[in-house]
């Protein structure tokens, strides 16, 4: 699943190519997608290398190939109003139980949707690659994906690099909650929800990183930690 960043500049990319053969500087994404800095443009092209839209040729300046489009972004039947969703369909989601079942019976499928910045924000939603299962007693109603965690910034609430965290889709938060924030429609982190005023701090649980503090059009919540596996 790609975000709608990507998605521009991917159609931007091909566009390019389809009419002149060469595809654009940066200089020109950077316009064309009205980011700030080409920072932002390097981080969407390795992400959309990482997912296999799109191919850097070597020892060749500007090059890149694109290898395939997601088949909603065609001219014809491209999305309009956009956005990011971590999950897409009934898998994850717990049902209410009848009467009858037994307690803790029932166990739920839950996707496993890519990474999650602990640390530094990243590009994170990403295609379902795996399931686990998890019982549906531990999650309680709703639906559910699971993130694999990177970074250290959340240490001290208990949560580790190399952790899997199951996320309760869900787009409002209660002020502590700890969040999936998705930061611009770009980069997705995963942060304690504080609200200061009419702004969004994203405060880490490390004393070593700095809280973030952002405008509310800056940032949707994606969903809403419920707890995590770890291994040993």
Sequence with gaps: MLTRKQIELLRFIDVRLRESGVPPSFDEMKEALDLKSKSGIHRLILALEERGFIRRLPNRARALEVLRLPEATTPHNAPRGFK?????GNLGKVKPKAAESPRGADIVSIPIMGRIAAGTPISAIQTRSSTIG??????GLGEHFA???RGDSMIEAGINDGDTVIIKKQDTADNGDIVVALIDDEEATLKRLRKRGSSIALEAANPAYETRVLGPDRVRIQGRLVTLMRRY
């Design 134 to 139: 998890m019982p549906a007693d531990m999650l």
């Design 147 to 149: 993130l694999e965690v």
């Design 84 to 88: 990011p969703s971590v999950i897409e």
